[in-house]
């Protein structure tokens, strides 16, 4: 016979969910301490880029399932903080993270 190797934390819908809405809240928390775009703009990316290091971490040593979920909804924060970037810069003509 032949042996079968079982995933020891096998990805399941609930482990995304949770990691979704992990990192939905944390991206939430940071987001609201910028005053304005360049302040939520650079929170973002800072929270995101510490998901991620957490996602990385969860990926090699924990639930991947979990870390699915942060960095889909990472991903999808990061895409919001770029497009209202691009927004204000369309409205005033004026790189607003500098």
Known sequence: MRP???EPYPVTGAGVAVGAVTAFAWLLLFGLLGRDVPGYAWWTLFAGGLAWLAAAV?????DRGVATGAAIVTAGGWSIAAAIVAVRWAQSGDWPLW
């Open 4 to 6: 079968s190797y079982r």
């Open 58 to 62: 969860l990926v090699r040593h924990g």
